[in-house]
C-alpha cells in the first residue's frame, strides 16, 4: 500500500496509509504537490516549477520560495530521507509508488471503460480537480483550467457509457442515479434530461418525469435563455396526457415524501411523512480543515446544530447527518447526496481556524443543476460562533424561500444550551464516537460528556450524551451491573429533560430505558412523543423502529426504519441493523440479510447484526452460514450466551422470544 493517498477531485485533500491526516499550510505547496502527481511520467525541473508557481518573482527570489516549499512538503510529509519528493540534481518528482492519486486511478479506470471499472471511477470522481483552489500564479491557474475542463469531460464521457449500459441492462434505478449524476457535472445535458423522464415514465412515476422537465426548462432559460426542445416537449406533453388519464393523484416518488401511510397498532392511525411540496435540504457533514486540537469536533459540531434547527421547521423536509462518522474529516463526495433524486437543495461547508480566529464558509446549490443558491464565508473569534450557527440557518431558510411564521422563526433560534465553547466542542466529539456502538468508543464518549458537565453543568445535551453512555453499557452488558448502569442512564435523562423539555433525543432515550425496564407502553409513549417533537428525524425514528421490534408493532417498525434510512443517506450502520431485525421478525428473511449484510460491510467488527444473521440463517436451515456467524459472534464476545443476549430488553409477547431462543440454539450459541 502506498504510504501517501493524495485526494484531488473535490479540492486537495492528503493523508497517511494509516488514515492520519497531512497539513499543508500554504496553498502553493498543495499546488506544488498536485502538479507533480498529476505528472509523474515526466521529471520537472526546478526553473519549469519555480516560473510555474512563482513567475511574477525575481528568478533567485522564485528559486528560494520553491527550495522553502519543498522542505515544508517534505516535513509534512514526513518525508525525512527525501524518498517521496525525490531530487536529482535540477530534477524534481514524487516517487510513483510512495504515493497513489486518486485522479490517477479515475483514469485509468475511465480508459478500462467496462462497467465495473466505470462505477469505480465516478465514485472517485467527488468535484472538480482542486476544487476551490487558486494561487494567483497565472501560469499554474491556467494550466489547472484546463485540467479541470479535461477531468470534467472524461467524467462526463464516462457517466454517458455507464448510463447507456445501465439503460440496456433494464436498470432503470441504477440509471436514474446516474443520469442524475451527470446532471449534477452538466446540468444542460438534453438527452440525460430526455433519458430520466423516459425512465421516471416507464415505471410509472410520471409526477417524477414532469418535474425533471421542469428543472431541463428552468437550467435552459436560467443559464442560456434558451427555450426547450420540440421534442422535449412533444414528450411531457405525452407524458402529462398519460398522467391525467390516470384520474389519480400525482404520485410521490420522493422517499422523504411519500404519501400518508397506515401504521396497525398506533393510537394514531396514520404516520404523515412530509408532503413533496416542502422544499428538501441534505445537509453534509462540513470539512474539518481546522490545525488546532482544542477544535476538533468544530465541523460536526456546527453541522450537526444547523441541521437540528432546519429539521425542527414544519415546512422543510431535512436530511441531517446525525449518524455519520465515516465522513467526519473527509471529502464527502458530492455526487453521494445528488443520487437521492428527491432533495432539491444541497447546503455544505467548511470550517477553517487561524489562530483564535474561525472561518467558517457555507453553500447552498440546487441538487439537480448544480447551481449556487446562496453562499456566504464567515471569519469570527470562536467565542462567536454560537450565534452564528443561528445567522447561518436563517440565511439558508431565506435561500430557499421559506416564508417562515413568527413561531417557526422562533423554533428556528436554537442555541446551543450553553455559553461555553469547549463544552459544546467535548458534545459535538462525544456524539461522533457514540456512533459506531463500540465499548471502546463508549467509554471515549463519556470521558467528552463528563468533561462537559463539568464545564457547564446546565448544559442539557452533556446530561443526555452522558446518559446515552450509561444507556448502552447496560443495553450491551458492557459493566458489571447492568441495572445500576441503567438506573444511572435513567437519572440523567430526567435531569436533561428538566433542563430541555423540548429535546426529542431525550424522549427517544427515555423510551429506551422504559424498554429495558419491561414497560413497553412508556417506551411506545415516548417514542410517539420524539417523533411529534421532530417528525424529520431519521435517529428519533430508528430509535422508534426498535422499540416497536421489541412492542411488537413489526410492521410500523419497517415503515419508521425505512423512513429513516431514507431522511438520511448517510445514516449510522445500525439504522439496517433495526430494519433487517424488524424484517426477520415479520419472516422476510432475504430482506433481512439484505440489510444485515449492508451494516457489516460498514461495520465488521460489531456483534448484534450476526446475531440476527445467525438467527435467519437458523430459520432458513442454512446452518453452515448459521454457524459461521455463530464463530465471529464468540471471536467478538468469548462470554456471549443466548440467556443474556435475550433477557432484555424483553419481548411484549412471550411466544416470539421462544422462536429467537429455539433459533439461536439451532445455530449451535452456547445456553
Not at 20 to 27: D, F, M, T, V, Y
Not at 124 to 150: C, H, M, N, P, Q
Not at 320 to 326: D, K, L, M, N, V
Not at 464 to 479: H, K, P
Request: aromatic share 8%; hydrophobic share 40%; charged share 25%.
Amino acid at each position: 500500500m502506498a504510504r501517501i493517498q493524495l485526494k484531488l477531485f473535490g479540492g486537495f485533500h492528503a493523508a497517511h496509509a494509516d488514515g492520519a491526516e497531512i497539513s499543508l499550510s500554504a496553498r502553493k505547496g498543495e499546488a506544488l504537490v498536485a502538479y507533480l502527481a498529476l505528472n509523474q511520467i515526466q521529471r520537472q525541473t526546478r526553473e519549469r516549477l519555480a516560473a510555474l508557481l512563482w513567475g511574477d518573482r525575481f528568478e533567485e527570489q522564485a528559486r528560494h520560495s520553491l527550495r522553502q516549499t519543498v522542505l515544508a512538503i517534505r516535513k509534512a510529509l514526513a518525508d525525512e530521507d527525501a524518498s517521496i519528493v525525490i531530487t536529482e540534481g535540477e530534477f524534481l518528482s514524487l516517487d510513483r509508488e510512495a504515493i497513489d492519486v486518486d485522479a490517477l486511478e479515475f483514469h485509468k479506470l475511465v480508459r478500462e471503460g467496462s462497467q465495473a471499472s466505470l462505477t469505480r471511477a465516478i465514485a472517485l470522481y467527488s468535484g472538480d480537480l482542486l476544487e476551490g483552489i487558486t494561487t494567483k500564479a497565472a501560469v499554474f491557474d491556467e494550466w489547472l483550467l484546463t485540467e479541470r475542463g479535461r477531468y470534467r469531460e472524461l467524467a462526463i464521457d464516462a457517466l454517458t457509457t455507464l448510463m447507456g449500459q445501465q439503460t440496456e441492462q433494464g436498470d432503470s434505478e441504477t440509471a436514474i442515479a446516474t443520469t442524475q449524476r451527470l446532471l449534477s457535472v452538466d446540468p444542460s445535458n438534453e438527452d440525460a434530461h430526455r433519458l430520466v423522464m423516459q425512465l421516471h415514465d416507464r415505471s410509472g412515476r410520471r409526477s417524477a418525469a414532469l418535474r425533471q422537465y421542469r428543472i431541463y426548462v428552468d437550467t435552459l432559460r436560467n443559464e442560456f435563455d434558451a427555450e426547450p426542445d420540440p421534442h422535449m416537449v412533444q414528450l411531457h406533453a405525452e407524458i402529462q396526457a398519460r398522467e391525467q388519464q390516470r384520474g389519480l393523484p400525482q404520485e410521490i416518488t420522493s422517499p422523504g415524501a411519500a404519501t400518508t401511510q397506515k401504521v396497525p397498532g398506533a393510537e394514531q392511525d396514520e404516520v404523515s411523512l412530509p408532503s413533496p411540496e416542502k422544499p428538501s435540504v441534505i445537509v453534509v457533514p462540513f470539512k474539518d480543515l481546522t490545525n488546532d486540537d482544542s477544535l476538533q469536533g468544530l465541523a460536526y459540531a456546527i453541522t450537526e446544530g444547523i441541521a437540528t434547527a432546519l429539521s425542527m421547521v414544519p415546512v422543510l423536509t431535512v436530511s441531517a447527518p446525525s449518524s455519520t462518522p465515516a465522513f467526519i474529516g473527509q471529502d464527502v463526495q458530492s455526487d453521494a447526496p445528488r443520487k437521492r433524486s428527491d432533495n432539491q437543495y444541497i447546503l455544505e461547508g467548511s470550517v477553517q481556524s487561524f489562530g483564535d480566529q474561525v472561518r467558517i464558509s457555507v453553500r447552498l446549490t440546487d441538487a439537480h443543476s448544480g447551481n449556487l443558491v446562496w453562499g456566504e464565508r464567515y471569519d469570527r473569534v470562536t467565542e462567536g460562533l454560537f450565534a452564528l450557527q443561528d445567522e447561518i440557518t436563517l440565511n439558508v431558510v431565506a435561500g430557499l424561500e421559506v416564508k417562515l411564521t413568527e413561531s417557526e422563526h422562533d423554533q428556528l433560534s436554537l442555541s446551543p444550551g450553553t455559553e461555553n465553547l469547549q463544552a459544546w466542542l467535548l458534545v459535538g466529539q462525544g456524539v461522533q464516537l457514540l456512533q459506531s456502538l463500540t465499548r471502546e468508543n463508549n467509554a471515549k464518549a463519556r470521558e467528552c460528556f463528563d468533561r462537559a458537565t463539568l464545564l457547564d453543568p446546565a448544559f442539557a445535551s452533556a446530561q443526555g450524551g452522558l446518559a446515552w453512555t450509561y444507556f448502552f453499557e447496560a443495553r450491551f452488558q458492557w459493566s458489571v451491573s447492568p441495572a445500576d448502569s441503567l438506573e444511572r442512564a435513567a437519572e440523567l435523562a430526567e435531569k436533561a429533560l428538566d433542563l430541555d423539555p423540548g429535546r426529542p433525543r431525550t424522549y427517544s432515550l427515555l423510551g429506551n430505558i422504559r424498554l429495558m425496564e419491561g414497560n413497553h407502553s412508556d417506551a411506545v409513549a415516548m417514542g410517539e412523543k420524539a417523533l411529534a417533537l421532530n417528525p424529520n428525524g431519521a435517529e428519533v425514528a430508528a430509535f422508534f423502529a426498535l422499540t416497536l421490534t421489541y412492542a411488537g408493532d413489526l410492521e410500523r417498525s419497517i415503515a419508521l426504519a425505512n423512513y429513516a434510512i431514507e431522511l438520511n443517506p448517510y445514516h449510522a450502520p445500525w439504522y439496517n441493523w433495526i430494519l433487517g431485525r424488524a424484517y426477520r421478525l415479520v419472516g422476510r428473511y432475504e430482506d433481512a440479510i439484505k440489510a444485515l449484510s449492508t451494516q457489516l460491510e460498514q461495520n465488521s467488527g460489531v456483534m448484534w447484526p450476526r446475531v440476527e444473521l445467525a438467527s435467519v440463517y437458523a430459520a432458513l436451515d442454512r446452518l453452515d452460514d448459521a454457524a459461521a456467524q455463530g464463530a465471529e459472534i464468540t471471536k467478538i464476545d468469548p462470554n456471549f450466551s443466548i440467556r443474556d443476549w435475550t433477557a432484555i430488553p424483553a419481548y411484549a409477547n412471550p411466544a416470539i422470544l421462544e422462536r429467537e431462543v429455539a433459533a439461536l440454539r439451532k445455530a449451535g450459541l452456547p445456553e
